[in-house]
């Protein structure tokens, strides 16, 4: 039998699988202008967006038993506070996608890197054979460090395919080399 996969402890957070109850908070995470500062145009503007992402997570836990986890604070003071989202879920059926959005309140505390760590050991455990991809614009300073202490290797620089801003530029990091049909699953 295999350790459950949630709900899943790391030193400071408790990271869940999404349930129906924690859509307020976040769609709240989600419709946050400073959320999206990086990619304006992913700004959730109905509940009905972050709706469709939940189910998104829901079928990614159901179909291969790891999907997103809501990170919430453990202990003191501010147990229980919403952090953020993050972790790893399946794309295509070929890589595991590499997410993570906090709260701005909770940036810049290592937070993300807490669920890294617990994420890439899962998606391992669960689907070792496919890569770990982390696709993200290049001016987000922090994910892109987020991405490389996590051991994650540039694979791809290239332009933003969908992006409403020409000049935005796409990194796609993973933890190993990446087929055509991989890499084109995230840029194409």
């Avoid at 859509?23 to 304006?40: G, I, K």
């Avoid at 890294?116 to 391992?124: K, Q, S, V």
């Avoid at 409403?164 to 890499?183: E, G, H, K, M, N």
Wanted: charged share 25%; hydrophobic share 40%; aromatic share 6%.
């Amino acid at each position: 039998m295999t350790t459950p996969l949630s709900p899943t402890q790391t030193p400071r957070l408790l990271l869940t699988r999404p349930q129906p109850d924690d859509l307020a908070e976040l769609f709240a995470l989600h419709a946050d202008p400073d959320s999206w500062r990086h990619l304006p145009s992913g700004r959730h503007r109905t509940r009905e967006d972050t709706e469709q992402l939940l189910r998104g997570y829901e079928q990614s836990w159901a179909e291969h038993g790891l999907g997103a986890w809501v990170a919430r604070r453990r202990g003191g003071p501010e147990d229980g506070a919403l952090v953020g989202v993050g972790g790893c879920s399946l794309r295509g059926g070929v890589a595991w996608n590499l997410y993570y959005r906090l709260t701005p309140a909770c940036r810049g505390q290592g937070l993300a890197q807490e669920i890294i760590a617990a994420a890439l050991p899962a998606a391992r455990r669960v689907r070792p054979e496919l890569p770990v991809v982390a696709y993200l614009v290049e001016h987000n300073t922090g994910s892109k460090a987020a991405a490389e202490r996590a051991g994650l290797v540039l694979r791809w620089r290239g332009p933003d395919a969908g992006n409403p801003d020409p000049d935005a530029v796409r990194l796609v990091y993973a933890d190993r080399a990446l087929a055509p049909a991989v890499l084109e699953s995230f840029t194409g």
